[in-house]
């Protein structure tokens, strides 16, 4: 249940889409998905493909704090670390399921003390043949909530004990209600082998790849700023690879990327979907097919600084957003991919079911605007543009530079608000002075940035609950950048992060999310799809998780037959 | 000359210090190391890694704790991977050093043939060519120049002549199964023209002025009226006392290479020092950047060096104090 703001080209990539056709190996419950595979086309056993990969990890480790690239999760953590849930899309929304790692769906008791029972699945193996079992569960879980060098203790800070009464049973207590626990061992880390790693440096042993497994692919190789080589795991319990080698080549030139894909030394890439790389589809790909899917855990929003003028009065924000045509935002961003709808819940895709579509009453309205601003106080001035005591209604708008397509969205932006009586001014910086000094201090109005879910559990309080606002005291460090602070609000994200009733869990996460519409806290904007492109030399069934990749069914992937 | 060599090595030392200080400084001051984590859901994560790196001390003390554990052999961590710096930056030397010998090599030989023939056919036809051309050349960015070569030279090819595979591949320097010298010249070609086309445009505009000095010098005059042959002339007095400057400014430009392909490298998935530059500068990994400053500014001191000595093997004139 990872929420993180995404960092454009440096870091936190595009996460991705739609669905799986679902398959469960082993005696884990296996759920029936209406997830649709991107294409059928029969494979045949063996051969090895060469995938593009935008960015290289910069370590293997990935409980450390080295490890925050996607793509690392991507291509050689998702396909090698085994996991107790996993994203399935049912009945059109995406929720978990116990892996094959588990002999059934996790147990877990109210109390108080909160209490969770892990029964794993006796075929389930690490590549050395050794079985995964309960010491591996208290290894992972204390290495997360007691080591030094940690990325993510979410969820873990929580685990008052660990119990292994059998090699085949863990029991997790909790010191509090933790409603999101199906995050542990599944959503940012996996389980670790104890008998390789306890007692030993596990950075040491991992950082730079590593060759046990437990999951179907193992790390051939890793040759830093070259390439990254997965070969099947002979002793995997599950469905076996059909492909005896995939390699992931590191090009993080789109152009060239797109170069060598036109010219088969890349079969498949999974570009960010920027300007340029929306470009280069519309030009045409011979002898290739694509996945295009809105249905991401990426939400681009216009966030106002709710603590700062002129968006400090909700009557103001309420009037920008309904200034704003997204539907004409969209269509000019993402039309040549088909998608063309704005995001009407402060919840991405991934999380779909925890919100609503209270964003729908933000349509573009210029009599409401009137309304608004005039009820507001606000008079239009000779030049047309709004002001209201000596203070026009004159705005920056801020993202990072480099970024066309958000540089794009702004100018659009700025069209469009004109129109309205609103000046706006552009204001960027780089990503660093952007989500290192400006947001987490507070000093913008407007900005444009990216929401992204990494598992299907609703986050919303770590976004926008009143303890969340960086400040000195915490150091800078909460997420909620634009200072939200809505009466009852912080009251509703609590009882959604404690509430272990999934139906009341998804009541209450809807309230906050109407909460923050009814006062156009943000504005949510477009969901940034997932492209994905192969060439005809490879079969099965493709699709994106937006989860856990493109790569997530990489077993299932061959060459055409 | 070793007193010489010395000497300069010497007042290389507080050159190099002061720079790799201002580095520090700047890197510190300019990018944050902690960005990457600002997005996560765990806050304490941001005040762990800051104590861990020692973001939490002042910088003039950063500097220093890794100015006496770099003295003693010890390179450091490298903030973004976590793995030692001098893991990451010998690979890169070395991947950027096979650019540099066969991009240099290439371009030394072509720049000499074309700047002689260029100032022994002043304003001739091919002259104006080549001037024209080597303007073309100079004016061409890397960024731009990568991408058509490989639209050009590979993409086009391959279609006309319904290959499987381009006839010049263009990521990274070997195919992902390994492959022998073929692979690995089909690998080279296209990021070596793309370095050389520079150079050679700028060597040769070089070339063919110190050749015309030459040409024109009283010793050449003398030799002309000698009755020696021309092409003797040419090869034996004007190019030999042309080769010294050009040899010099071709082991500085070599030198300055080693920190300046960051395009080139970026455009064909080459993992080398300007890659290298660009990734730790991105994540603020200033425990990289400091050493790989240092790394460059102890190759262009030997280069330079390399130049000066060359220039005095050549040029029997020349005499290093």
Redesign the interface.
């Known amino acids: 249940m990872s929420t993180r703001f995404r960092l454009g080209a440096v870091g936190l990539t595009a996460l991705a889409l739609l669905a799986a056709s679902c398959t469960s190996g082993g005696t884990g419950t296996a759920l029936k998905s209406d997830a649709r595979p991107a294409t059928g086309a029969p494979v045949r056993q063996g051969g090895s493909i060469v995938i593009g990969a935008e960015q290289e990890p910069d370590c293997t480790d990935w409980i450390a704090s080295c490890a925050t690239s996607i793509w690392g999760t991507f291509i050689m953590d998702i396909p090698t670390i085994p996991r107790v849930f996993e994203p399935r899309k049912v009945d059109g929304t995406w929720g978990l399921a116990a892996t094959n790692v588990m002999a059934s769906e996790p147990e877990v008791a109210a109390g108080p003390p909160q209490k969770v029972t892990y029964r794993i699945n006796p075929a389930a193996v690490w590549s050395d043949g050794e079985p995964i079992t309960s010491a591996d569960f208290a290894y992972t879980a204390l290495a997360i909530r007691d080591g030094k060098d940690v990325l993510n203790r979410t969820g873990y800070s929580h685990i008052a004990k660990i119990e292994t009464p059998d090699p085949k049973t863990a029991v997790v207590t909790f010191d509090a209600p933790y409603a999101s626990w199906k995050g542990l061992f599944s959503d940012s880390s996996g389980l670790l082998p104890s008998h390789l790693l306890k007692g030993k440096d596990r950075s040491a042993l991992m950082k730079d790849g590593y060759t046990w497994s437990g999951g179907p692919w193992k790390i051939e190789s890793w040759t830093k700023g070259v390439s990254a080589v997965l070969v099947p795991n002979p002793n995997y319990w599950g469905d076996k690879p059909k492909l005896d080698k995939v390699t992931f080549q590191f090009t993080a030139d789109t152009a060239a990327a797109f170069q060598a894909f036109k010219t088969g030394q890349l079969d498949a890439l999974y570009p960010t979907p920027q300007l340029d790389s929306i470009d280069q589809i519309k030009s045409g790909l011979s002898n290739a097919s694509s996945l295009v899917d809105p249905e991401s855990g990426n939400l681009e929003a216009i966030w106002f600084n709710n603590a700062k003028a002129p968006f400090d009065a909700v009557p103001f924000r309420k009037a920008v957003s309904h200034a704003i045509d997204r539907k004409a935002v969209v269509t000019r961003l993402y039309g040549a991919l088909g998608v063309t709808e704005p995001a009407q819940s402060a919840h991405t895709p991934l999380v779909g079911r925890y919100g609503g579509t209270d964003f729908a009453q933000y349509t573009p309205d210029l009599a409401k605007v009137d309304s608004l601003m005039r009820g507001d106080g606000w008079a239009k001035g000779s030049d047309g543009i709004w002001a209201k005591a000596g203070n026009r209604a004159a705005f920056s708008v801020s993202t990072m530079t480099g970024n066309k397509r958000r540089e794009l969205t702004e100018q659009i932006l700025q069209e469009q608000l004109r129109a309205a009586g609103f000046e706006v001014k552009i204001d960027n910086t780089s990503a660093t002075d952007l989500f290192a000094s400006k947001l987490p201090k507070g000093d913008f109005q407007m900005g444009l940035w990216t929401l992204v879910d990494t598992f299907p559990q609703p986050s919303l309080e770590a976004s926008f609950s009143s303890g969340a606002v960086p400040s000195e005291g915490n150091g800078y460090s909460g997420l909620n950048m634009s200072r939200v602070n809505l009466p009852g609000l912080d009251r509703v994200l609590g009882a959604a992060a404690s509430s272990l009733d999934e139906a009341k869990r998804v009541e209450i996460s809807r309230q906050a999310d109407k909460l923050l519409a009814d006062s156009a806290a943000l504005l949510p904007l477009d969901v940034i799809p997932n492209i994905l492109l192969w060439n005809n030399k490879i079969g099965g069934p493709l699709a994106v998780d937006p989860a856990r990749g493109p790569f997530w069914n990489l077993a299932q992937w061959g060459l055409a037959s | 000359m070793l007193a010489y060599l010395a000497r300069r090595l010497l007042y290389s030392v507080p050159v190099v210090l002061i720079a790799s200080f201002l580095l520090f400084w700047a890197v510190r001051i300019?990018?944050?190391p902690?960005?990457?984590?600002?997005?996560?859901?765990?806050?304490?994560?941001?005040?762990?890694?800051?104590e861990?790196l020692g973001l939490d001390q002042s910088i003039p003390v950063q500097y220093w704790h890794w100015l006496t554990r770099f003295v003693t052999g010890d390179w450091g961590v490298s903030?973004?991977?976590?793995?030692p710096v001098h893991g990451?930056i010998l690979?890169?030397l070395g991947?950027t050093l096979q650019l540099i010998v066969w991009g240099v090599l290439v371009a030394a030989v072509i720049a000499l043939a074309v700047g002689v023939y260029s100032a022994v056919r002043q304003y001739s036809a091919g002259d104006l060519a080549f001037t024209g051309l080597s303007y073309l050349g100079v004016a061409m960015p890397p960024f731009w120049l990568?991408?058509i070569l490989?639209?050009i030279l590979?993409?086009w090819p391959?279609e006309l002549l319904g290959l499987?595979?381009?006839p010049l591949?263009?990521?990274?320097?070997?195919s992902?199964?390994g492959g022998g010298p073929l692979d690995y010249a089909r690998h080279l070609v296209l990021p070596v023209l793309t370095l050389t086309v520079g150079l050679v445009a700028s060597w040769s505009r070089f070339t063919r002025a110190t050749m015309l000095d030459a040409l024109t010098s009283e010793y050449v005059r003398t030799a002309r009226a000698k009755g020696v042959p021309k092409r003797r002339i040419v090869t034996r007095h004007a190019l030999r006392t042309a080769l010294g400057p050009f040899v010099s400014v071709t082991a500085v430009d070599a030198g300055l290479l080693f920190g300046g392909l960051v395009v080139t490298e970026?455009?064909?998935?080459?993992?080398g020092m300007g890659?290298?530059f660009l990734d730790s500068l991105?994540?603020?990994d200033v425990f990289v950047l400091v050493p790989w400053t240092l790394v460059i500014a102890v190759v262009v001191i030997v280069f330079n060096l390399l130049a000066d000595l060359a220039y005095a093997v050549l040029d029997p004139r020349v005499r290093l104090r």
């Open positions: 300019a990018f944050d902690l960005a990457r984590l600002r997005g996560g859901r765990d806050a304490g994560a941001l005040a762990r890694a800051a861990r903030s973004r991977t976590a793995g990451l690979p890169a991947t990568g991408l490989i639209q590979a993409a391959q499987t595979d381009p591949y263009f990521v990274g320097l070997h992902p199964d970026q455009i064909f998935a080459i993992q890659r290298l991105l994540a603020g």
